[in-house]
């Protein structure tokens, strides 16, 4: 029952289209016109026209790409891009400075060799060469080898942003005054001789030993007697500094007797005053 004046629809209306397809009748009108002018003009795309279009495209998202490049590159902080220069110009720097302290040492060799064949040919000349190579020895200016003791000291690995998990360029003089303390004649630190004017400091995350970066782990040679070193060391301040901070925060910290150790001639000092020292 509908309301009076109301259209009245079939319910099937909705698959009117599908029945007429299925039955075989004509399309719309407008659906004809479209199709016949479809067909007229050659709407269809070439092929060719679609590999143009492809082509075009991806030479457009290649150019966005290189000018999103160009801007970030840009963007960049001038602090950051001073830090890669600089980071360059050390490296470079070190390399230059390596080669040319290889050749000093070549020259200092020579140089000892030549002193030494004068001294040999008189008593006197063989006495002085004896005091020279006890003082060259002391002062670092030689190198030295025999028995000694190696102590490894490393960052902790699970420091974080703690600083006690951190070796500093404080500790690593605790660690060479405490050796020099216990009776060490000899001295070097990831091959590196102390001196009597050898620096260690602290630069960056970087501990310096006369201004030359150190790697990590780092190595401390002193030459003495293994027993003797090792007792008296182990009872220092340091020392036990070292191990609190081992059991506390994880820091590398291991002592080695060692039966045979090498340690290379310090770096000559720059010479800034002489005279004649007056024959007795």
Same mark, same amino acid.
């Given at each position: 029952?509908?309301?009076?004046?109301?259209?009245?629809?079939?319910? *099937?209306?909705?698959?009117?289209?599908? @029945? *007429?397809?299925?039955?075989?009748?004509?399309? *719309?009108?407008?659906?004809?016109?479209?199709? =016949?002018?479809?067909? %007229?003009?050659?709407?269809?795309?070439?092929?060719?026209?679609?590999?143009?279009? !492809?082509?075009?495209?991806?030479?457009?998202?290649? !150019?966005?790409? @290189?000018? @999103?490049?160009?801007?970030?590159?840009?963007?960049?902080?001038?602090?950051?891009?001073?830090?890669? @220069?600089? $980071?360059?110009?050390?490296?470079?720097?070190?390399?230059?400075?390596?080669?040319?302290?290889?050749?000093?040492?070549?020259?200092?060799?020579?140089?000892?060799?030549?002193?030494?064949?004068?001294? %040999?040919?008189?008593?006197?000349?063989?006495?002085?060469?004896?005091? !020279?190579?006890? $003082?060259?020895?002391?002062?670092?200016?030689?190198?030295?080898?025999? =028995?000694?003791?190696?102590?490894?000291?490393?960052?902790?690995?699970?420091?974080?942003?703690?600083?006690?998990?951190?070796?500093?360029?404080?500790?690593?003089?605790?660690?060479?005054?405490?050796?020099?303390?216990?009776?060490?004649?000899?001295?070097?630190?990831?091959?590196?001789?102390?001196? %009597?004017?050898?620096?260690?400091?602290?630069?960056? *995350?970087?501990?310096?030993?006369?201004?030359?970066?150190?790697?990590?782990?780092?190595?401390?040679?002193?030459?003495?007697?293994?027993?003797?070193?090792?007792?008296?060391?182990?009872?220092?301040?340091?020392?036990?500094?070292?191990?609190?901070?081992?059991?506390?925060?994880?820091?590398?910290?291991?002592?080695?007797?060692?039966?045979?150790?090498?340690?290379?001639?310090?770096?000559?000092?720059?010479?800034?005053?002489?005279?004649?020292?007056?024959?007795?």
């Amino acid at each position: 029952m509908t309301e009076r004046g109301a259209r009245w629809n079939r319910p *099937d209306a909705s698959m009117s289209l599908l @029945a *007429d397809l299925l039955a075989g009748k004509d399309l *719309d009108p407008g659906y004809e016109e479209a199709a =016949a002018r479809r067909a %007229a003009t050659g709407a269809r795309p070439r092929r060719s026209a679609r590999w143009a279009r !492809l082509l075009a495209g991806t030479l457009i998202i290649g !150019l966005l790409g @290189a000018v @999103a490049v160009v801007q970030v590159r840009r963007g960049e902080p001038v602090a950051q891009r001073q830090r890669r @220069a600089l $980071l360059g110009q050390i490296t470079q720097r070190t390399e230059e400075d390596d080669g040319l302290q290889r050749q000093a040492d070549r020259l200092r060799a020579q140089t000892d060799g030549l002193r030494r064949a004068a001294l %040999a040919r008189s008593d006197a000349g063989r006495a002085a060469r004896r005091d !020279l190579d006890r $003082l060259a020895a002391a002062a670092g200016a030689g190198p030295v080898h025999g =028995a000694g003791l190696t102590v490894v000291l490393d960052d902790s690995r699970t420091r974080g942003d703690l600083r006690s998990g951190r070796i500093t360029d404080q500790d690593m003089q605790r660690l060479v005054n405490a050796l020099w303390a216990a009776g060490a004649t000899a001295v070097a630190v990831n091959g590196q001789r102390i001196a %009597a004017t050898t620096a260690i400091r602290f630069a960056g *995350d970087a501990i310096l030993v006369d201004y030359r970066p150190l790697s990590r782990p780092y190595t401390v040679t002193a030459l003495g007697d293994p027993g003797g070193l090792d007792g008296a060391f182990a009872g220092s301040p340091a020392a036990r500094s070292f191990r609190t901070l081992k059991a506390a925060f994880g820091i590398r910290f291991d002592i080695h007797q060692e039966d045979s150790v090498r340690l290379p001639a310090a770096p000559a000092p720059t010479l800034r005053y002489a005279g004649e020292v007056a024959s007795k």
